[in-house]
């Protein structure tokens, strides 16, 4: 067979592309909804941090989860919660965000290689049916155990930080607070006017469309009137 094999290759590269399309237009549209009711995704955020320290807390005590791996768990969403305290914006060079980044990595490869040991941390209980001294079953915990806990325990709030969460970086100045609420007088802007900051993940699709932009220009694909165009700039 030589037309198929092809044809899984086309088709696997059109999926991933479609797939990389339709997240990123996700990650848009939550921003532009973060953007507009920022004191609800506030408080949405808040009480999703207390939830997944409750789970974690209830897996250590219940399922036997380590008390190690569970500690750091509480005390990274602890610090993931400090990120709330001038929301939406965030500077980059905040302490507690640069801890946030560490952390989010650090959590994932302590999980990753707590899940990867036999049984996946379970020790099982010896069944009345068979001998106390020997040796105990470990009940390996399958893929989507592994995946949701990463899912909703590990990934969940940082990722819906990334999501809600506007660099102070790029925000232009204005008079008033140092961190911005969403709605503010800067200068060259008339009264009443609204100022909407720029999400990280909106900023983040914006600049990897303007990178391809470029790069198709730059490449031949495209002239460059069309890209400088479609970005406003004539």
């Given at each position: 067979?030589y037309?198929l ?12 592309g479609f ?9 848009y ?5 973060v953007?507009?009711?920022s004191?609800l ?6 009480r ?7 789970v974690q ?16 768990g509480?005390?990274?969403h ?5 990120n709330?305290?001038?929301f939406?914006i ?7 965000f640069?801890a ?6 650090l959590?994932?490869?302590?999980w990753f ?5 036999p049984?996946?941390g ?14 105990p ?5 399958t893929?989507?155990?592994?995946a ?19 660099a102070?970086?790029?925000?232009l100045?204005?008079?008033g607070?140092?961190y911005?609420?969403?709605e ?12 909407r ?10 600049g990897a469309?303007d ?5 198709g ?11 400088r165009?479609a970005?406003g700039?004539?």
């Open positions: 067979m037309i094999p092809l044809l899984g290759y086309i088709g696997l590269v059109m999926g991933f797939l990389t399309l339709s997240i990123a237009s996700g990650l549209y939550l921003s532009e909804l953007e507009e009711h004191v995704s506030a408080r949405l955020l808040r999703l941090i207390y939830v997944v320290v409750v807390v209830l897996l250590w005590l219940v399922d036997g989860f380590p008390w190690y791996l569970t500690l750091l509480v005390v990274s602890g610090v993931y919660a400090t709330l305290r001038h939406p965030v500077k980059l060079s905040d302490p507690f640069v946030s980044c560490g952390l989010v990595i959590n994932h490869w302590m290689r707590h899940f990867s040991q049984g996946g379970y020790r099982g209980v010896p069944s009345s049916r068979r001998d106390w001294y020997s040796t079953v470990y009940d390996q915990p893929f989507t155990e592994i949701s806990y990463f899912g909703l325990c590990v990934w969940l709030v940082p990722f819906s930080l990334f999501v809600s969460l506007s102070g970086e790029n925000v100045p204005s008079m607070s140092e911005a609420t969403g503010r007088q800067g200068v060259g802007f008339q009264k009443g006017h609204k100022r900051n720029t999400g990280m993940a909106k900023a983040a699709v914006n469309r990178w391809m932009n470029e790069t220009a730059v490449m031949g694909l495209w002239h460059a009137e069309n890209v165009s970005r700039f004539d």
